[in-house]
């Protein structure tokens, strides 16, 4: 797919009160409000039914045309907002992108607002209604990023029977995390292209996600960055256009048509 024109990014200076409230966290080269302002000017709002009849909000960014689209799924103590800046990269790469909130999940605003109460053990659930929602858009490969719980959901998700990814990306994500279990008979499903991503001072993180590579089949990447950011904060942190690059990158390899 041909990339689109990308806009200038604009960097960040200094974390203002208007970017806290947007973004679950903030540090030093965190999107401003400019750049998320942007992002916004170029998705839409949409919402789609999880399989306990919730409507869950969510976004679409990326050409209406593409065939080739990444589902991002967010962690416990975030929500979509926090993807909305690499979502907007993401579709300027060619990408139908979609953020959406796990159930229970009501920042508001342009983050939007989920039904239901929150519940750590629906997150397969809720991701696998993205991912067909994402389908019914007209994509047709599709990849799945995952921050922390998120990543934990996404493999979960990647080794059902029933599901087919062409990539999977997990940032920061727990072997296990209350009754969400990742282990070897897990991986050993999970056929689909694999990049993990932590980093070295998110200790935890680092050793789950050296865990999940050495118990993984190809293909599969490793990128244990020298960051203490956790999930999509990876991102906007200190290593994050490394993280970034190397999720494209991954992306452009698995997550093409023909």
């Given at each position: ?160 029977d029933d599901v087919r990814l062409d990539a999977v990306v997990a940032l920061s994500a727990p072997a296990r995390f209350e009754n969400l279990a990742v282990g070897p008979d897990t991986l050993a499903l999970v056929d689909e292209p694999k990049l993990f991503i ?58 093409t048509d023909g």
């Open positions: 797919m041909a990339p689109r024109r990308r806009r200038p990014i604009v960097a960040a200076v200094m974390c203002t009160m208007a970017v806290v409230a947007l973004l679950p966290a903030c540090s030093g080269d965190a999107a401003d409000e400019a750049q998320i302002s942007a992002a916004l000017a170029a998705s839409r709002p949409i919402s789609f039914d999880n399989d306990a009849g919730h409507e869950l909000a969510g976004r679409l960014f990326g050409p209406a045309e593409a065939t080739s689209g990444v589902v991002l799924a967010h962690g416990f103590s975030a929500d979509q907002r926090t993807w909305f800046p690499f979502a907007d990269r993401l579709g300027e790469a060619g990408y139908r992108v979609l953020t959406f909130d796990f159930r229970g999940y009501c920042p508001g605003g342009d983050g939007g607002c989920s039904e239901g109460e929150r519940s750590v053990d629906e997150t397969p659930s809720d991701l696998r209604s993205a991912i067909d929602a994402l389908r019914a858009d007209g994509v047709s490969r599709i990849a799945v990023v995952g921050s922390s719980v998120g990543g934990t959901a996404a493999l979960l998700v990647a080794a059902a932590a980093g070295t001072e998110d200790a935890s993180a680092a050793q789950d996600a050296q865990g999940f590579f050495d118990m993984s089949v190809q293909p599969k990447r490793l990128e244990i960055l020298t960051t203490g950011d956790h999930g999509a904060d990876i991102l906007r942190g200190n290593q994050g256009e490394q993280a970034r690059n190397a999720i494209l990158q991954w992306l452009g390899q698995y997550l």
